[in-house]
């Protein structure tokens, strides 16, 4: 049985939207504006203690000053605060397309270039929220909504730190313990460097589908982000330009001095990225490259989790026709999966062998061990789509992994060792 009431001032609700520790926020209908809105109800006094009672009257009379103070296309809007009763509850722009946290797994990443628009956006609306006074202090990717134009709004400045405020503000150890800075943690004041650390963690979240530290528990969580690096990013996408993986790096030192110096300077740095984005621009979602991963024959032995492994590893690329993929006599420590279009095999000029989606090439190298030189060039026939893998990569890949991409080099050797006999057999006759 549903408590959802029916109205709540002048505004008729129509569903339950999600709700927190401090307040239950409904979809609802706007009728003097004729729109949709979100209200934000906070929860009874009654069934909390004085301590927490106190913290949760702080954290909507943060956000209720704010009505009508910060508009920003990526801010989400807030219209109306109101005290009727026991009822408080806040009035806010309806954003349709729910947050941005159902595309930090690793299973359903944004491409890149939509990626770092993301975050070159937040850095915008932070820095207006700044210039008016207003520091985030809870920056994290549930509170970063999306719209149905695929932009985003910002959200929850129930912790912000307002500081043209005149109410009492929270203080302490505040926001979510595996994007808090250092000096969060350490109870230090709020600054512009310490959110631009909790958005270098969203934005190393977004790109790799996993957050910089994982723990059990808080504590545990807390006592890496004081004292270890980060995995790297690298180790999780290889194909990514130097330069993203740079601007996290910065974004997250631990030291806030070596951090950027403001909004605008990391803004400026992620506008710099996009002329090398463009490769990246009909990139295909993580999901659409795992489901044609598992279509082609080469992969059909492999588990899911298994695939999933080899897509964290390998580099997805593209190339036009006609196109010197690999060059007979060079030094080789990658091999490559055909997923789209052919190739062709040529030695010493002539024509050995056509290959197309599911084969692979330059395994040799691999197999070989060290400094293994190409046993014949390899050259695009139409535009074609590869997955590359280092040798390096296949070797941190799991057993089980390994050994499937083990057998199936086994059964192409067998299957092209068949081809060459009986092409040698009819040239007998």
């Given at each position: 049985?549903s408590?959802?009431?029916?109205?709540?001032?002048?505004?008729?609700i129509?569903?339950?939207l999600?709700q927190?520790?401090?307040?239950?926020?409904?979809?609802?209908?706007?009728?003097?504006?004729?729109?949709k809105?979100?209200v934000?109800?906070?929860?009874?006094d009654?069934d909390?203690?004085?301590e927490?009672a106190?913290r949760f009257?702080?954290?909507?009379?943060?956000e209720?000053?704010l009505a009508?103070?910060?508009?920003?296309?990526?801010?989400v809007?807030?219209f109306?605060?109101?005290v009727e009763?026991?009822?408080?509850?806040?009035?806010?722009e309806y954003v349709t397309g729910?947050s941005?946290?159902?595309?930090?797994?690793?299973?359903?990443?944004l491409?890149?270039?939509?990626a770092?628009?993301?975050i070159?956006?937040?850095?915008r609306?932070?820095?207006?929220?700044f210039q008016n006074g207003?520091?985030?202090?809870?920056i994290?990717?549930a509170?970063?909504?999306?719209?149905?134009?695929?932009?985003?709004?910002?959200?929850d400045f129930?912790?912000?730190k307002?500081?043209?405020?005149?109410h009492?503000q929270?203080d302490?150890?505040?926001?979510?313990p595996?994007?808090?800075?250092p000096e969060?943690i350490?109870e230090?004041?709020?600054?512009?460097?310490?959110?631009?650390?909790s958005?270098?963690v969203?934005?190393?979240?977004?790109?790799?589908g996993k957050?910089?530290?994982?723990?059990e528990?808080?504590v545990?969580?807390?006592?890496?982000?004081?004292?270890?690096?980060p995995?790297p990013?690298m180790?999780?996408r290889?194909?990514?330009?130097d330069?993203?993986?740079?601007?996290?790096?910065k974004a997250?030192h631990?030291?806030?001095k070596v951090r950027?110096?403001?909004?605008?300077?990391?803004?400026t740095d992620?506008?710099n990225t996009?002329?090398?984005?463009?490769?990246?621009?009909?990139?295909i979602?993580?999901?659409?490259?795992?489901n044609k991963?598992r279509?082609?024959?080469f992969?059909?032995?492999?588990?899911?989790?298994?695939l999933w492994?080899?897509?964290?590893?390998?580099?997805?690329?593209?190339?036009?026709r006609?196109?010197?993929l690999l060059?007979e006599?060079?030094?080789?420590q990658?091999f490559f999966?055909?997923?789209?279009?052919?190739?062709?095999?040529?030695k010493?000029?002539?024509?050995?062998?056509v290959?197309?989606?599911?084969?692979?090439f330059?395994?040799?190298?691999?197999?070989?061990?060290d400094r293994?030189?190409?046993?014949?060039?390899?050259?695009?026939?139409?535009?074609?789509?590869?997955?590359?893998?280092?040798?390096?990569?296949?070797?941190?890949?799991?057993?089980?992994?390994?050994l499937?991409?083990?057998?199936?080099?086994?059964?192409?050797l067998?299957?092209?060792?068949?081809?060459?006999?009986?092409?040698?057999a009819?040239?007998?006759?």
């Amino acid at each position: 049985m549903s408590d959802r009431p029916h109205k709540i001032g002048k505004y008729s609700i129509l569903s339950e939207l999600g709700q927190g520790a401090s307040a239950v926020v409904y979809l609802a209908e706007d009728p003097f504006n004729d729109r949709k809105v979100a209200v934000k109800l906070a929860k009874s006094d009654a069934d909390m203690g004085e301590e927490e009672a106190n913290r949760f009257e702080k954290l909507f009379l943060n956000e209720a000053s704010l009505a009508g103070k910060l508009n920003h296309p990526n801010i989400v809007g807030v219209f109306d605060a109101v005290v009727e009763g026991d009822q408080r509850y806040i009035v806010m722009e309806y954003v349709t397309g729910g947050s941005l946290k159902k595309y930090c797994t690793e299973t359903n990443l944004l491409p890149v270039r939509q990626a770092v628009l993301v975050i070159f956006k937040m850095c915008r609306a932070l820095d207006y929220a700044f210039q008016n006074g207003v520091i985030h202090r809870d920056i994290k990717p549930a509170n970063i909504l999306l719209s149905d134009r695929d932009d985003i709004k910002i959200s929850d400045f129930g912790t912000a730190k307002i500081s043209h405020a005149t109410h009492t503000q929270i203080d302490g150890f505040l926001g979510s313990p595996a994007y808090m800075s250092p000096e969060q943690i350490n109870e230090e004041g709020p600054s512009v460097q310490s959110d631009i650390y909790s958005l270098g963690v969203v934005m190393y979240e977004l790109l790799t589908g996993k957050l910089p530290f994982r723990a059990e528990n808080s504590v545990a969580m807390i006592n890496k982000i004081l004292n270890e690096d980060p995995v790297p990013i690298m180790q999780l996408r290889p194909d990514l330009p130097d330069k993203l993986v740079e601007i996290v790096q910065k974004a997250m030192h631990k030291d806030p001095k070596v951090r950027y110096a403001s909004w605008f300077e990391m803004a400026t740095d992620l506008a710099n990225t996009f002329p090398q984005l463009e490769r990246y621009s009909h990139e295909i979602s993580s999901t659409e490259k795992f489901n044609k991963l598992r279509s082609l024959p080469f992969f059909r032995e492999f588990r899911d989790a298994e695939l999933w492994e080899v897509l964290r590893g390998a580099v997805w690329e593209s190339h036009g026709r006609d196109e010197n993929l690999l060059v007979e006599g060079e030094i080789g420590q990658a091999f490559f999966i055909v997923v789209g279009g052919q190739v062709k095999v040529v030695k010493d000029g002539k024509l050995l062998n056509v290959l197309k989606e599911g084969d692979c090439f330059g395994e040799m190298a691999y197999l070989s061990g060290d400094r293994a030189r190409r046993s014949a060039s390899i050259i695009s026939v139409s535009e074609v789509h590869l997955l590359k893998i280092q040798a390096t990569q296949l070797e941190s890949l799991s057993d089980g992994c390994q050994l499937r991409f083990n057998r199936e080099f086994l059964r192409t050797l067998i299957e092209r060792l068949t081809w060459t006999s009986s092409v040698l057999a009819q040239f007998r006759r």
